[in-house]
T-cell receptor, first 114, second 115 residues
Framework: KAGVTQTPRYLIKTRGQQVTLSCSPI?????VSWYQQTPGQGLQFLFE???????NKGNFPGRFSGRQFSNSRSEMNVSTLELGDSALYLC?????????????FGQGTRLTVV | GENVEQHPSTLSVQEGDSAVIKCTYS??????FPWYKQELGKRPQLIID?????GEKKDQRIAVTLNKTAKHFSLHITETQPEDSAVYFC??????????????FGTGTLLAVQP
């Protein structure tokens, strides 16, 4: 069974631009969560999607948004990029959107804002 | 608020020794506690987890203990090997939001196993 796939692996963007990241969950998994990983803040929860609905949202500005498609694939978008948005963006795939459910991470997308 | 504290931030041990990483969570409603290992440049990988209805779980050289009263949980690695060197993250399920798989992560422990 294929694991969680994130594309692209690396991105370099300029301040003010926008970016879209993609995540394909493990086949059969319906929940996708996104996390931002930085050296200073560790892994911070961005949002979670299940059955095309946002179930939960972290404490990030409205520039960060996401969506989920009917095949469970998810995208996240960051508009008006800032230098501080440089980070590793990880998505995690779970069978269900409830506590006690194992979450499996993708390789991440390394975003650099210059 | 939701918070997970993790100690130590760095840990260096000799090959064959044991390593212990400790975490404390803030919300007593958390009921799921996974541990992830992240090697340099790689994805976090789930290595073991524990649910609040058990106090201890073992998987070969790895064990996790949970003290719900004290809101502590710990990762124990015995007979450490150089390939155990990585950053380890603890996490707790968020008790808020109902049907959600949101995890609150600790800040990570860099484990170095010296050959």
């Amino acid at each position: 069974k294929a694991g969680v796939t994130q594309t692209p692996r690396y991105l370099i963007k300029t301040r003010g631009q926008q970016v879209t990241l993609s995540c394909s969950p493990i086949s059969g998994h319906r929940s996708v969560s996104w996390y931002q990983q930085t050296p200073g803040q560790g892994l911070q929860f961005l949002f979670e999607y299940f059955s095309e609905t946002q179930r939960n949202k972290g404490n990030f500005p409205g520039r960060f948004s996401g969506r989920q498609f009917s095949n469970s694939r998810s995208e996240m978008n960051v508009s008006t990029l800032e230098l501080g948005d440089s980070a590793l963006y990880l998505c995690a795939s779970s069978l269900e959107a409830r506590p006690n459910t194992e979450a499996f991470f993708g390789q991440g997308t390394r975003l650099t804002v210059v | 608020g939701e918070n997970v504290e993790q100690h130590p931030s760095t840990l260096s041990v000799q090959e064959g020794d044991s390593a212990v990483i400790k975490c404390t969570y803030s919300d007593s409603a958390s009921n799921y506690f996974p541990w992830y290992k992240q090697e340099l440049g790689k994805r976090p990988q789930l290595i073991i987890d524990i649910r609040s209805n058990v106090g201890e779980k073992k998987d070969q050289r790895i064990a996790v203990t949970l003290n719900k009263t004290a809101k502590h949980f710990s990762l124990h690695i015995t007979e450490t090997q150089p390939e155990d060197s990585a950053v380890y993250f603890c996490a707790a399920s968020s008790p808020y939001g109902g049907a959600t798989n949101k995890l609150i992560f600790g800040t990570g422990t860099l484990l170095a196993v010296q050959p």
